[in-house]
């Protein structure tokens, strides 16, 4: 057996009220034939991935959020429709296990979300500063 050392995802098709939903479950490791392995949550077991027939295949999957940083005063800015603009403080940092950092704010109702993920998305605010290039996310 192999760990996995680059994040790998198994996906899988289901089918919920009448809709196809996906998702999916992080390769753990690799066997010695090159078979992806998840956990069987059931079983408490790693399983091949393509073990069951909902099984889509395999996908490259984002480095998991290993840390949370305060926000430290920085602020996300997004551009409005009318062409005006929104500040919103950013709550926290996250911190990605191969070293990204991805801003964090959050919406009306408590929601948090990466900023840079917002299609209006403008730019940061560092602490007293102005907005900095969406680049620098």
């Given at each position: ?47 091949p ?80 500063g ?8």
């Open positions: 057996m192999i760990p996995a050392q680059h994040p790998y995802e198994a996906n899988y098709r289901q089918e919920k009220d009448g809709r196809t939903v996906y998702r999916s479950k992080p390769v753990i490791a690799w066997d010695d034939e090159g078979q992806a392995l998840v956990v069987d949550e059931r079983s408490g077991r790693l399983v991935a393509n073990n069951g027939r909902t099984f889509a295949g395999i996908s490259e999957g984002g480095h998991p959020v290993v840390a949370a940083i305060p926000g430290g005063g920085w602020s996300a800015r997004f551009k409005n429709r009318d062409g005006t603009f929104t500040v919103d403080p950013l709550v926290a940092w996250t911190v990605r296990s191969d070293g990204t950092l991805t801003p964090v704010d959050t919406d009306a109702t408590g929601v948090c979300e990466a900023s840079t993920a917002m299609g209006n998305f403008d730019g940061l605010v560092r602490p007293g102005e907005a900095q290039p969406d680049s620098t996310a």
